[in-house]
């Protein structure tokens, strides 16, 4: 039983990084390329799931370092997110 829930949580932990790095180059790809991806528009979504995934990682021992990588790579969402719409704020502030 405990070698199920050791896999669990790593599975958990595994995929809050993977799907973080998934989540940076795909915004990275929309941002350099042009083109309107559909992360754009699901990005809160993707950050939860990271978000969720990763703080489940962090409730094992072997496993925490994988939700902390997780947790940063959503927070890093988050603030590069939260900067963008912050600059295009300033710079056009009444589209």
Same mark, same amino acid.
Do not use: T
């Given at each position: 039983?405990?070698?199920v829930k050791?896999?669990?949580?790593? =599975?958990? %932990?595994?995929f809050s990084v993977i799907t973080g790095i998934v989540a940076l180059a795909l915004l990275n790809i929309s941002m350099l390329s %042009?083109?309107?991806? =559909? /992360?754009?528009s699901q990005l809160s979504l993707w950050i939860s799931v990271i978000l969720i995934s990763g703080l489940i990682a962090?409730?094992?021992?072997?496993?925490?370092?994988l939700?902390?990588? %997780?947790?940063? /790579? =959503? %927070?890093y969402l988050g603030f590069f997110v939260a900067v963008i719409f912050i600059l295009g704020w300033i710079i056009v502030p009444f589209p």
């Open positions: 039983m405990d070698k050791l896999k669990s949580f790593q =599975a958990f %932990g595994w %042009g083109y309107d991806l =559909a /992360i754009i962090l409730f094992n021992r072997q496993s925490r370092s939700g902390f990588w %997780g947790l940063g /790579i =959503a %927070g």
